[in-house]
């Protein structure tokens, strides 16, 4: 099956075309009710971990040494996520986050290395 990934904030709005929502942070977004995010699956095995997150917030100028390590991470479980992603069998998968910039973070990462090695 040809999947569509799709990146969206939790702060907006929920929509039919969001498809499957995957919320992709580890803690959950402050300020927002389960009901509101309308989340289907809280994927914490798809983030950063702890340690790697909390690197990266000491000093954000280690973002490119960040998405190497993250891409490392992901690599050490790309079995897991294929097996997660296939029983899902969704054409259209929303990964959800807090990040106010959605061209950095995270998310980025994680959703080229899933078009890349999953999709």
């Known amino acids: 099956m040809q999947r569509k990934l799709r990146v969206k904030r ?9 498809g499957f929502r995957i919320l992709v942070d580890r803690l959950w977004p402050r ?3 389960k ?9 914490k095995e798809l983030t950063p971990s702890s340690e790697l997150r909390k690197w990266l917030h000491d000093d954000l100028s280690r973002y490119d040494e960040f998405v190497t390590k993250y891409r490392v991470e992901l690599e050490e479980r790309s079995e897991e996520l294929a097996k997660l ?3 899902l069998d969704q054409p259209i998968l929303t990964l959800v986050t807090s990040t106010k910039d959605l061209s950095g973070g995270h998310v980025v990462v994680l ?3 899933l078009e890349d090695h999953v999709s």
């Open 35 to 43: 009901d509101a995010a309308r989340i289907d699956l809280w994927a």
């Open 31 to 33: 300020g927002v009710s």
């Open 111 to 113: 959703k080229q290395f």
């Open 85 to 87: 992603l296939l029983s």
């Open 10 to 18: 939790v702060y907006d709005e929920p929509s039919t075309e969001d």
